[in-house]
Every structure is written in C-alpha cells, then in structure tokens.
C-alpha cells in the first residue's frame, strides 16, 4: 500500500516537472521529471513483481540512476556556461 502512495507521488511529481519544463524550457526540470518518472515506474514495477526483498543490486542501480539525473541538473544548472 505504501509503495503504491510512493509511486503516484512521485508520478505526479514526474508531471508536474514536466510541465515546468514544457513552460520554461529549462532542462533542470526535464532531468527532475525523468528522475521521478524513473522512481515511479520502479516502484510499480517491484510492486507488480511481488518483490519485498529490495537487497538485490538493480534496486540499488536504478535509485541511483534516478538521483544521479537529480545531480546532474544541479550540476549543469551551476556549471558556467560556454562563452
């Protein structure tokens, strides 16, 4: 039950992401919605599968996928622009 809560938030963060994105145009939004669509589709997925043991490495690769997209955007948000 909780994984589900888990998953529409982050959905439903993905999407309004998304529409920041669509809005401004400004990447930092697009690789935030990816991250959670990312997280969201995860947890659907371990979910699904009937998974409860989460100890297994591609849990751990796919979370860090995930909050590696959340580091690259504050990255390429603060790095200096090309001159």
């Given amino acids: 039950m909780l994984t589900g809560a888990i998953a529409m938030a982050s959905a439903v963060i993905a999407v309004f992401f998304l529409r920041f994105w669509r809005n401004t145009g400004d ?8 991250s959670f669509g990312i997280e969201g ?5 371990s979910a699904l599968a009937y998974q409860d043991n989460e100890a297994t ?9 995930a909050y590696g997209l959340i580091l690259w955007a504050i990255l390429e948000k603060n790095l200096p622009r090309g001159r």
């Fill in 57 to 65: 490495p591609l849990h751990y690769l796919i979370r860090l996928l």
């Fill in 27 to 34: 990447r930092f939004f697009l690789w935030f919605a990816l």
């Fill in 41 to 45: 589709a995860h947890r659907v997925v």
